[in-house]
Each structure stands twice: as structure tokens, then as C-alpha cells.
Nanobody, 125 residues
Framework: QVQLVESGGGSVQAGGSLRLSCAASGYTYGGNYCMAWFRQAPGKEREGVAF???????GYAYSVKDRFTISRDSAKNALYLQMNSLKPGDTAMYYCAAAPSEKYCTYAVAFYNSWGQGTQVTVSS
């Protein structure tokens, strides 16, 4: 498994921006993997926000498309999520996750076998 540590969460006002980071260590699945950001608000299920495949393909949930951007730095084993135009509905704990193949690049929680501890994002109106 991969060890994942998120950072960059915080409290912002609506319309603001945050950049989340995820540092990966340990076995990083070689050249075939999927990395993703999920979030979970109190009382709600964990939901996928964005993913990026080892080949570079990306996907976004409809609710964040055109506002959030997922990226990675392979040399640093790092994953990022740039979040712009934040809304109160984006308030949640954000988790970084890794899956051992590009074929798992979906929003299905069960496909990801490595998770970080989460970083809290709070957006006030």
C-alpha cells in the first residue's frame, strides 16, 4: 500500500481558493495507478471529487467541474487539488486516495486501497 498525507485545508469565505496537497510514500504502484480526491461532509456519504490516471487522464464530479483542478508532480510523488470559487457546499473533510491501476479511475470508494487521514475544508458564506 501507499502512505498518503494530506495538507492545505482550512477555512475560507465563499468565492475563495485553497490548494490541497497529498504526499505519497512507500510503494507507489509503479507506472499504473489512479490517484483521486474524495470528500465527506457530516452525515453524508464519501463522494468522489476528481481523479487523475497515471497516463494523465482526469475526471471531475459535475459539482466541481470548472472550479477544481487536479494535478500531480510525479517527481515529488505529490498530488494536488486547486479549488477556486469555493462554495459553502464544498465544506467537507477531503481525502486523498490511491488505486493500483488506471482501470480503477472511478468514484467508487471500494476500488481505492490507500487513503490519507483527511484535511478539513470549511467554506463560510
Amino acid at each position: 500500500q501507499v502512505q498518503l498525507v494530506e495538507s492545505g485545508g482550512g477555512s475560507v469565505q465563499a468565492g475563495g481558493s485553497l490548494r490541497l496537497s497529498c504526499a505519497a510514500s512507500g510503494y507507489t504502484y509503479g507506472g499504473n495507478y489512479c490517484m483521486a480526491w474524495f470528500r465527506q461532509a457530516p452525515g453524508k456519504e464519501r463522494e468522489g471529487v476528481a481523479f487523475i490516471a497515471s497516463g494523465g487522464g482526469t475526471g471531475y464530479a459535475y459539482s466541481v467541474k470548472d472550479r477544481f483542478t487536479i494535478s500531480r508532480d510525479s517527481a515529488k510523488n505529490a498530488l494536488y487539488l486547486q479549488m477556486n470559487s469555493l462554495k459553502p457546499g464544498d465544506t467537507a473533510m477531503y481525502y486523498c486516495a490511491a488505486a493500483p491501476s488506471e482501470k480503477y479511475c472511478t468514484y467508487a470508494v471500494a476500488f481505492y486501497n490507500s487513503w490519507g487521514q483527511g484535511t478539513q475544508v470549511t467554506v463560510s458564506s
